[in-house]
């Protein structure tokens, strides 16, 4: 019961996550669980912690990758920012699209952000649309590294809680 329980945290971590929802710490959480339920029989420390690890690096790769994307596309430090703020606002608000609209809203979010931060530049549309461009790509990329990892905690807490 407490590995079919480990198995759906795990699945249900890797759907939420390119909705943008905390689909990682439902992972680790779930491993914690079952870690917990088993008397830490075959889940310890090491594998708690190096899921921890990764979920932290991940959303930290996420928050910035939208601005470094946005920069590396010519924007400013400002269209930096945009990306990131965009985003975050984006995922909260999200659009009024069943089941995707926080997914679309966080990408529409970065691409506004950044773009309209970087429009304030000064330096005309194209440069803005350029940056702005540069942290949709940034946003995609995010998602997909969290997603990467999201199968890498999944592995670990599955193989852990089998005892190898």
């Known amino acids: 019961m407490e590995y079919l329980l480990l198995v759906l945290a ?4 890797l759907l939420l996550i390119p909705f943008g929802l905390p689909g990682l710490w439902l992972q680790v959480a779930g491993l914690v669980g079952y870690a917990w339920l088993t008397g830490f029989a075959t889940v310890g420390a090491v594998p708690i ?3 921890l690890v990764l979920a932290t690096l991940a959303e930290v790769a996420e928050l910035l990758l939208g ?7 010519g924007g400013g430090r400002r269209a930096g920012w945009g990306a990131i703020l965009g985003g975050l606002v984006g995922a909260v608000v999200g659009l009024p699209v069943p089941i995707l609209g926080s997914v679309i809203g966080a990408f529409l979010g970065a691409f506004l ?16 649309v ?3 461009w540069g942290a949709l ?9 969290k997603t990467g990892v999201g199968v890498s905690i999944a592995a670990l807490a599955l193989l852990s809680a089998l005892g190898r």
């Open 10 to 13: 795990q699945v249900g971590g």
């Open 49 to 51: 912690v190096t899921a």
């Open 67 to 73: 601005g470094r994307y946005a920069r590396r596309y």
């Open 113 to 128: 952000g950044a773009a309209l931060l970087e429009w304030t530049r000064g330096r005309g549309a194209a440069p803005a």
């Open 130 to 132: 350029r940056a702005g």
């Open 137 to 145: 790509l940034g946003r995609v990329v995010a998602t997909a590294l």
